[in-house]
């Protein structure tokens, strides 16, 4: 199921021990367009201290409750790595991050997660102390380069709110938001409003349409074209986005779903 990032702002999030604050932001990856850490405001009780939880750590959610449980002590984030989360987030910090809870790196594999597709699949992986037995960094296609670890390949999903969206023959909107799949933590869509441009509505385009973004000139270039984006399917936040209507969307830009990435093309006219 796909869930609005506007949604999980402020749920709770409840270590194994008390809350430990509320969801203030979201760093992504802006390599594979997965949320990789949860920003945490941990309030009075760490001083407003901004911290860093990975989806590795989160539990069954309580969606009705909007509380992110997390498998966690308020001890081990007052002892975590101190980190500016005004600041780009670089590679070594994500190492330390790590480190000390003792997960392993997620970009040591083919997968969203290490091999997998799931943060809670590398919980298993986790080693009994914290910093042993890690393997070099690696990218995601496993091949075993190294990576610069000054990087800072992760970005704020708040960031992105506002981005103006450029078709391949000229501007057709702005991100007004992102919608997050509940088990991969996975990107799967940015929200367009288009209303500046037409008299027009929500519509959603998946980031493997993405031609490149520009975080200095704010605007995210994407592989279609005005018209195929003006007569997309509206996107209606008050109706749940199931397969089906996500198989529609797919249909009417000439795509294959991010579901069947392995299987026969089924829709061979591009409207690109």
């Known amino acids: ?23 203030k932001d979201f760093y992504f990856d802006d390599r594979a367009w997965v949320i990789r850490y949860l920003v945490v405001d941990t309030g009075n009780w760490l001083s407003n201290r901004k911290v860093l ?3 590795i750590a989160v539990d069954r959610p309580d ?4 509380v992110l449980p997390v498998s966690i002590t308020k001890e081990q984030v007052r002892n975590s790595p101190g980190i500016d989360t005004d600041k ?17 790196y997620y970009w040591g594999g083919s997968g969203l997660w290490g091999m997998g597709a799931h943060p809670s699949s590398m919980r298993t992986m986790a080693h009994d102390r914290p910093g042993s037995g890690r393997d070099e960094p690696r990218d995601r296609t496993g091949s075993g380069s190294a990576l610069d670890n000054n990087d800072p390949h992760l970005r704020s999903c708040q960031e992105i709110l506002g981005y103006h969206i450029k078709a391949t023959d000229g501007d057709i ?14 990107i799967r869509y940015i929200v367009v409003e288009t209303s500046h441009w037409w008299s027009g509505h929500l519509v959603l385009i998946a980031p493997e349409w993405i031609r490149h973004v520009s975080w200095a000139e704010n605007t995210v270039a994407v592989n279609l074209r005005r018209q195929a984006v003006k007569g997309a399917p509206p996107y209606d936040s008050a ?5 089906m209507l996500e198989m529609d969307i797919y249909r009417h830009y000439g795509r294959n779903g991010y579901w069947a990435e392995h299987e026969e093309p ?5 409207k690109r």
């Open 173 to 186: 909107g702005h991100v007004q938001g992102l919608l997050v799949e509940e088990d991969t933590w996975a």
């Open 239 to 243: 109706v749940e986005l199931d397969r």
């Open 63 to 66: 969606w009705a409750g909007k």
């Open 1 to 23: 199921m796909l869930r609005s990032m506007n949604d999980l702002e402020s749920y709770a999030i409840r270590a194994t021990d008390g809350d430990l604050g509320h969801v």
């Open 53 to 55: 939880i990975s989806p």
């Open 266 to 270: 089924e829709f061979m006219i591009s």
């Open 88 to 104: 780009p987030v670089s590679r070594q910090h994500e190492m330390d991050h790590l480190g000390y809870f003792g997960y392993p």
